[in-house]
């Protein structure tokens, strides 16, 4: 019979790469600022780049305590099935290879579903696409925890999944740069490159909604959701925030979804609003047009 694993020790048998990377990490994008300023590139935006690190630092402070539910709720779906998957080498590549799988779906769905892009539109609301970018992680993205149920459910160790996540948010670090123009063809048509996720934070036309990929872009080219980067990105979402406040740039998108719902006139078309697509979704509502 398979052993229950309590959650303290998950979080004591797998470190915490994140934290321990985010110094290097803060380090190599104030190198990269220090670059653009140096070289006149205009890479960096100052008051940009302090919004990023804000909401950055304070992902990292609140994932000290979210990570314990997150992680608790994965840990609580492998307890329940008596079934698991032995631990080695290649059972450890096959988990990352399942999350990211799972990753590219929640990844894809987190642009196509309001409350879900609400998790993620803080990722993208800068006109910079610089290191620091990266940092741009939602406070209340743990929601997409639902996604990486069935790693759980298949068996996969909790601190294999705990490992192989940490790694693969720590992957999408470098490939926010515009310094690194091509990587080698065989790599690129595996793995995601920085022109693979310049062309994602583009908003030209023919780049929205493309290149989901977190660490393979394999998902792209088999789903139809790959796109070449042909020409500059334009970077930023089409309703693009016009100001650095970091506490709006998190929950400006949830604010919309629950002026929308609330306007909504029925419970039924409340709940479409809050998983409709977020094309559908009106901005500032009540505002009447000059």
Not at 213 to 218: L, P, Y
């Amino acid at each position: 019979m398979k052993k229950e694993i309590t959650l303290e020790k998950v979080i004591s048998s797998a470190p915490d790469l994140i934290l321990y990377a985010a110094p290097i990490m803060i380090g190599l994008a104030l190198l990269e600022f220090y670059f653009s300023w140096k070289t006149k590139r205009d890479l960096y935006e100052k008051k940009d780049f302090l919004t990023s690190l804000t909401i950055g630092l304070v992902y990292i402070l609140q994932g000290l305590v979210t990570k314990s539910i997150m992680f608790g709720l994965v840990l609580w779906v492998y307890n329940s099935v008596s079934w698991s998957i032995p631990v080695n080498w290649f059972t450890s590549i096959l988990c990352f290879v399942v999350l990211d799988f799972c990753r590219y779906w929640a990844h894809r769905y987190g642009h196509e579903v309001n409350f879900l892009w609400a998790t993620h539109v803080t990722h993208h609301n800068s006109e910079k696409y610089n290191l620091s970018t990266s940092f741009r992680l939602s406070w209340t993205q743990q929601i997409k925890v639902i996604f990486f149920i069935p790693i759980s459910f298949l068996g996969f160790h909790p601190v294999v999944f705990f490992i192989c996540h940490q790694i693969a948010v720590l992957y999408q670090f470098w490939i926010h740069t515009e310094l690194i123009d091509r990587m080698p063809k065989w790599f690129s048509f595996i793995f995601v490159t920085p022109s693979h996720h310049r062309v994602h934070h583009g908003r030209n036309e023919n780049y929205l909604d493309k290149n989901y990929g977190s660490t393979f872009i394999i998902w792209d080219r088999m789903f139809g959701t790959f796109e070449p980067e042909t020409e500059k990105s334009i970077y930023g979402i089409i309703d693009q925030p016009k100001h650095f406040n970091p506490v709006k740039h998190v929950f400006h998108v949830w604010v919309d979804i629950f002026k929308n719902m609330r306007r909504a006139g029925s419970l039924k078309k409340a709940l479409w609003i809050f998983v409709a697509p977020p094309s559908s979704l009106e901005k500032n509502p009540g505002k009447k047009n000059a």
